[in-house]
């Protein structure tokens, strides 16, 4: 007689436990050895191991035709819902890893990425978890050559650049503020006026693109008939913001840049109030369902931070 089996002992091995079960619904060996498509001998051998597995007698070898034990049927029953599950299981794993899982290519300008964006990637994570986001930092005109290439799907931006093959959604009109040393003269002010700032060093950013940020800043303020004494320009937003920390020029930002945050810098509202869009474009017509949500989620970010804006002055970046 067998030996009762350990209680700790683990159990059980699932081939062994589908060739049972081949067996037994074969009624035999030799037909159960075919349906496996192997030899019976090596068959014989896998049952014989889960008898000793699981220390009882499954099959009455001396019965003809082959017949089941009362462990046997016991196991039997127990085995065939077990293995449906299992297969089950392995199905929906396997349609799990075939099926793609969403891909969205975001670039945003140097002006936008620092900005709005991270809380926008944060909650499109949220809204699909599963999709691979990749994010690069583009100037608008870069931006629009990349979205006609295929090479991203969705884009942020300040400026306005019209093509037909793109559609274009203007997110927000930020107000701009200026920044400015913190031991400025007018840094004393709670609002400054545009004129205040034209004899100081502007800086402008980027540096690389035409048309950029920086010129729409200028054009804002060549409309007003205003111009700074002199223009430094470079690549990005917080290398614009070293050097005004460093107390070499000042520059105006989206009123987001507040959150950029230095104990050299003072961000000052402007006496008249200026706004800069924040631009999204994509392919027109593109019907990526990851870039619907993503626009869904951008849409309802904006509408948030608008709203907290008119709560809580000063409180506008999402």
């Known amino acids: 007689m067998m030996a009762r089996p350990h209680q700790d002992r683990v159990l059980m091995d699932l081939k062994r436990l589908r060739y049972f079960v081949a067996v037994a619904d074969a009624g035999g060996f030799t037909r159960a050895a075919q349906i ?33 034990t009362e462990a046997g049927k016991f196991l039997l029953d127990a085995a065939r819902p077990i293995l449906r599950r299992v297969e089950q299981l392995e199905r929906s794993m396997r349609e799990f890893t075939q099926v793609e899982r969403p891909v969205l290519r975001v670039a945003a300008s140097p002006s936008a990425a620092p900005l709005a964006l991270p809380t926008i990637l944060r909650r499109f994570r949220a809204a699909l978890p599963l999709a691979n986001v990749s994010l690069l930092e583009l100037t608008s005109p870069e931006q629009i050559k990349a979205l006609k290439a295929g090479l991203v799907d ?26 400015v040393p913190l031991d400025h003269p007018l840094a004393a002010q ?46 990005d937003l917080h290398t614009a913001m070293t050097l005004v920390a460093a107390g070499e020029a000042f520059t105006l930002a989206p009123e987001a840049a507040r959150h950029f945050s230095h104990p050299e810098i003072a961000f000052r509202d402007l006496s008249e109030p200026l706004s800069t869009p924040l ?37 506008r970046a999402p």
């Open 36 to 68: 496996l498509h192997m030899s019976q001998p090596p068959l014989s051998r896998r049952i014989h191991e889960l008898e000793e597995e699981l220390q009882v007698r499954l099959l009455d070898r001396d019965a003809r035709p082959l017949a089941l």
């Open 154 to 179: 969705v884009a942020f931006g300040r400026v306005r650049i019209d093509d037909p093959l793109i559609h274009r959604v203007v997110l927000d009109d930020e107000p701009l503020v200026a920044a």
């Open 190 to 235: 709670s609002a400054l006026a545009l004129e205040e700032l034209m004899d100081g060093t502007m800086v402008l950013f980027p540096n690389d693109a035409r048309p950029s940020f920086g010129d729409s800043l200028l054009s804002l303020l060549h409309d007003r008939g205003l111009a700074p004494q002199e223009v430094i320009e470079v690549r």
């Open 279 to 315: 631009i999204l474009a994509s392919r027109r017509g593109d019907q990526n369902p990851a870039l619907q949500v993503f626009i869904s989620v951008a849409e309802a970010a904006l509408r948030q931070a608008r709203a907290a804006s008119d709560a809580t002055p000063g409180a």
